[in-house]
C-alpha cells in the first residue's frame, strides 16, 4: 500500500503533469514488456515490439527495469522540459555519480548486475553515453511508430481530470483517479506491491498519467525527490492496429451509425485513439475538408475535443464521447 500524506498547502499545489513523460514511458513499457498480466491491453505491442527490441535495450536497460522490484529514480529524473526526448536523456545521463553509485548499490543488493554496471555506478562518461543511446534507440524503435496515440491517450485523460477537478474539486480529482486508488483525507492510498509512506511537506504533488504504467500506480523510491504519482489510464483495445489500413465505415462504426452516420460514428471511433485531419481521412477513405466537418459537428456535441501540440491539432474523443463508445458497445439500452 502506497499512502500519501496532503497538508493544506499539498492540495493547493496538486497539478497535473502536462502530457507524457518520454522516460517515464520507456521505464514502465520495458517493465510491461516483461510481465505477462495485462494481454488484453499490451498483447499486441509487446508480439510487435519483441522483433523490434534493440540489443542494447536487452543487455542495458532491461537489467535495470525488471517486471517488479525495485528500480532506480534516475532512470525517470524531474527535468524542467519534459517535452523533449533529448532533454530527458540529458537529465538522465547528467546524474550526478553519488546518486549513480547509491541508486545502482540499492539494485544489485536485490538481483545480480551485469559488469559494465560498476563503471556506471562510477560515473564513467562512456557508460553513460552508452545507456542514453540505449533510451533512445529503444524509443525510436518501439514507442516511436504509437507516440501519437500514447499522447492522444494521456490527453484524452487529462481532460476526463479536468471535468473531475471541474465539478468536484481537488477531492473530486483524486477520489476519481481510478479503482486503484482510495482517497481518506488528508490521505490518498493507493494499491502498491510494498508498503510506503510519501509525505509531500508541502511540496505539492504532480499527477502523472502513463500509458504503459501497469498494473498498479508508482512513485520515486527516494522521498526527497520532487513528489510525483504515475498512474495508469485506459486504453482503447485496437491501439495498436495500424492506421494505414481502410475499414469499411458501414461495419466498423457499429451500432452508433444509425444514431450519428456512419461516416461521423466511425470519425468518433477513431478519434478514441487520436488523430490528426490527415491520418482520419486516411484511415477511413474520406476527404479532409468531410472529416473537419464531421469532426466540427462532434465537437460542438462535446464528444470530440481538438488539442493543439507541437504544431499539430489532434482530434481525440471526450469523457462524453468515450463513455457513448463504451455503452454502444456494451449494448446498453440508454
Given amino acids: 500500500m502506497l499512502r500519501v500524506h496532503f497538508s493544506p498547502e499539498d492540495l493547493a499545489r496538486v497539478r497535473m503533469a502536462p502530457g507524457p513523460d518520454h522516460l517515464w514511458e520507456i521505464s514502465n513499457s520495458i517493465q510491461t514488456l ?52 533529448q532533454a530527458a536523456v540529458e537529465a538522465l545521463v ?37 545507456l542514453g543511446q540505449a533510451v533512445r534507440d ?31 474539486g481537488v477531492d473530486g480529482l483524486l477520489s476519481g483517479l481510478g479503482p486503484q486508488f482510495r482517497w481518506r483525507p488528508p490521505v490518498l492510498e493507493a494499491t502498491y506491491p510494498v508498503d510506503q509512506e510519501l509525505w509531500l511537506k508541502g511540496r505539492g504533488l ?41 475499414h469499411p465505415i458501414d461495419e466498423d462504426s457499429g451500432p452508433l451509425g444509425p ?18 485531419t490527415g491520418e482520419l481521412a486516411r484511415l477511413l477513405a474520406v476527404t479532409h475538408p ?3 466537418q464531421h469532426v466540427k ?10 488539442v493543439r501540440s507541437a504544431g499539430r491539432s489532434l482530434h481525440v474523443a471526450t469523457a462524453q464521447g468515450l463513455a457513448l463508445l463504451r455503452s454502444a458497445e456494451r449494448g446498453d439500452p440508454s
Avoid at 138 to 155: C, G, Q, S, V
Avoid at 217 to 223: E, I, N, R, S, Y
Fill in 290 to 292: 468531410a472529416i473537419s
Fill in 34 to 85: 516483461q510481465r505477462r498480466d495485462g494481454g488484453h491491453a499490451f498483447g499486441d505491442w509487446r508480439r510487435w515490439a519483441q522483433a523490434r527490441l534493440p540489443s542494447s535495450c536487452r543487455q542495458l536497460l532491461s537489467p535495470l527495469l525488471p517486471p517488479t522490484g525495485y528500480s532506480p529514480d534516475f532512470l525517470t529524473p524531474h527535468c524542467g522540459d519534459g517535452s523533449t526526448l
Fill in 138 to 168: 529503444y524509443h525510436l524503435k518501439t514507442l516511436a511508430p504509437f507516440w501519437h496515440r500514447i499522447h492522444a491517450h494521456i490527453d484524452a485523460d487529462r481532460i476526463v481530470r479536468l471535468h473531475s477537478l471541474l465539478d468536484g
Fill in 206 to 246: 504532480v499527477l502523472q498519467p502513463s500509458f504503459f504504467c501497469w498494473p498498479t500506480p508508482v512513485t520515486l523510491a527516494d522521498g526527497d525527490l520532487p513528489p510525483i504519482l504515475v498512474y495508469p489510464i485506459e486504453h482503447a483495445e485496437d491501439w495498436t492496429r495500424p492506421k494505414s489500413g481502410r
Fill in 259 to 276: 444514431l450519428l452516420g456512419h461516416t461521423r460514428a466511425a470519425v468518433l471511433r477513431a478519434a478514441r485513439t487520436g488523430g490528426t
Fill in 94 to 130: 547528467s546524474t550526478p555519480s553519488p546518486r549513480l553509485h547509491n541508486e545502482l548499490a540499492r539494485v544489485a543488493t536485490s538481483r545480480r548486475l551485469p559488469y559494465w554496471v560498476d563503471d556506471l555506478a562510477g560515473g564513467d562518461a562512456d557508460a553513460r553515453e552508452q
Fill in 297 to 306: 459537428v462532434l465537437r460542438a456535441a462535446g464528444l470530440v475535443t481538438t
